[in-house]
């Protein structure tokens, strides 16, 4: 497969890269608060006529809990919501499966990683499951 990574962050680029990836460098983004969604929406679409897997990574609800900001990282995961997963929606024809995810758990209350299992959906456009039948989360206890 072929694939290409849409990210600001240096350290995922360059695991993009290592398993030969494209990388390309997308206007405005810039791995914080600030970071141009829609342009990283748009990036994913153009690569996903070329490419089996777009890999699309936004940093910013981290970079809002390392600085212990609920307000700020509910407004990033609402413009990711916004801008970036309802574009590629609208966007995207009906063999496109999406998995959203987190790379790893950053509570507010530690302001830094914290090892633990992350939730995640996959979902399809056709509509077409592969068995699972409900979407639950772990509770797990911190440290």
Known sequence: ?????????????????????????????????DTNYGAKARAAVE????????????????????AGSLKEKLRAIGRIDA???RFLLEHTDRDVRFLLTTDHATPLSLKTH???????VIYGKDG??????AYTKMRVKKP
């Open 1 to 33: 497969m072929h694939g290409a990574v849409v990210a600001a962050v240096d350290l995922v680029k360059g695991i993009g890269a290592l398993v030969g990836f494209e990388t390309p460098r997308i206007e405005g983004a810039t791995g914080y608060l």
């Open 47 to 66: 690569l996903l006529k070329r490419y089996d897997i777009v890999y699309v990574h936004v940093e910013a609800p981290d970079e809002a809990s390392h």
């Open 83 to 85: 801008e970036v997963v």
């Open 114 to 120: 914290y090892a633990c299992p992350v939730p995640f």
């Open 128 to 133: 077409e499951t592969s068995g699972a039948s």
